[in-house]
């Protein structure tokens, strides 16, 4: 079973193999391309740092404990409708996604993200909306 926050719920869907570091991606491509092939992988949602946290680079500021982090967090798990504390599959995460998502969610919740400008995670929930599940990671 992963640990994961909300908002990286919105990063795994976007994700195609970046990172803050080597190490950091290694560890987001291990957990996107689990969940890709295993979609019933039993997801506990968490408050605060989760298993994509605990590869974070050790740069002097830790980013995942940032208040407005915590606030995205909570934000995105509104809008899915799933509470803290929840354990789902991430076939049933899919499903909160194609229910309460729309591409725009982005740029409302992910305003500051230095990811956003890249357009990846739009298309991750385009494709969810699609029936194509998450990408795959070559």
């Avoid at 996107?32 to 092939?37: I, V």
């Avoid at 050790?58 to 934000?75: F, L, M, P, S, V």
């Avoid at 899915?80 to 504390?85: D, K, P, Y």
Wanted: aromatic share 10%; hydrophobic share 30%; glycine share 8%.
């Amino acid at each position: 079973m992963y640990q994961l926050r909300g908002h990286h719920l919105f990063c795994l869907l976007g994700f195609r193999g970046m990172g803050y570091s080597k190490e950091f991606a290694e560890n987001m491509k291990k957990v996107h391309q689990h969940l890709r092939a295993n979609p019933k992988t039993p997801i506990q949602i968490i408050e605060g740092p989760d298993h994509l946290c605990e590869k974070y680079p050790n740069d002097g500021t830790y980013h995942c404990k940032d208040r407005n982090i915590y606030e995205r967090d909570t934000q995105i798990l509104n809008r899915l409708g799933i509470e803290i504390g929840s354990v789902l599959t991430w076939e049933e995460i899919e499903m909160h996604i194609k229910k309460h998502a729309i591409p725009e969610d982005i740029h409302t919740y992910c305003e500051n993200c230095s990811w956003r400008s890249y357009g990846v995670c739009e298309e991750g929930i385009k494709r969810i909306l699609n029936d194509e599940g998450l990408w795959e990671i070559k």
